[in-house]
């Protein structure tokens, strides 16, 4: 089977089975040589230097890459908070509802 297959089977995959897929990946590349890393990265420029060569892929300027990464961290830093909150919460409200058991 090639990469093309298994990238795309991989994308049907529902979200939590990608995210354990990926984890698992990444994982893997701990066990590359410091050469194997550099042959890994050397291949990754010289394929993403051929898809913009080819024309096959949107060269996006900096300041938009930036003005994104930037929304994208502030959504993740508000979503976090409001996890933390809502975490919080459901602690003293359960924490309330076991002392009121016991008392």
Do not use: C, Y
Not at 66 to 80: H, M, N, Y
Not at 82 to 94: E, F, G, I, Y
């Amino acid at each position: 089977m090639d990469t093309a297959t298994i990238e795309r089977e991989a994308l049907h995959l529902p979200v939590s089975e990608r995210a354990k897929l990926a984890h698992k990946l990444l994982l893997s590349l701990d066990d590359l040589s410091e050469s194997e890393v550099e042959a890994a990265w050397f291949d990754e420029a010289e394929r993403r230097a051929r898809e913009i060569d080819q024309g096959l892929v949107r060269l996006i300027p900096a300041e938009e890459v930036s003005r994104k990464a930037r929304d994208l961290l502030r959504w993740v830093t508000i979503f976090t908070r409001a996890l933390k909150l809502n975490t919080l919460k459901q602690s003293r409200s359960r924490s309330s509802h076991d002392s009121r058991r016991f008392t």
